[in-house]
Nanobody, 125 residues
């Protein structure tokens, strides 16, 4: 059974950087997805980025393209989200998630069965 433990959030000023980590345990087929979602106060949770377990493809929300990078370490133990040039609009609770089935759009939350506990990111202006 897949289990996720995410960490790395914090408070930074606009223009700063943070790297989120998510330790992945349990078996996942290579084509399954690992992703990052976020939920800001008063807003719906939205997809930020995702990648296939085998690293063959990655996907990004338009709002983070060119600023955020999703990656895994070589051992595929840890999923990362490198966030650069942060803005106050990036303030949210961030969650890593695993899609352990074959689904449609990468950001369809309903297809993700396993979630981390969340890590808070706060960006001040």
């Amino acid at each position: 059974q897949v289990r996720l433990v995410d960490s790395g959030g914090g408070s930074v000023q606009a223009g700063g950087s943070l790297r989120l980590s998510c330790v992945v345990s349990g078996y996942m087929y290579s084509s399954y997805l690992l992703g990052w979602f976020r939920q800001a106060p008063g807003k719906e949770r939205e997809g930020v980025a995702a990648m296939h377990r085998d690293g063959t493809a990655s996907y990004y929300a338009d709002s983070v393209k060119g600023r955020f990078t999703i990656s895994q370490d070589k051992a595929k133990v840890t999923l990362y989200l490198q966030m650069n040039n942060l803005t106050p609009e990036d303030t949210a609770m961030y969650y890593c998630a695993a899609r352990t089935s074959y689904g449609g759009r990468w950001d369809n939350q309903g297809d993700y069965a396993v979630w981390g506990q969340g890590t808070q990111v706060t960006v001040s202006s």
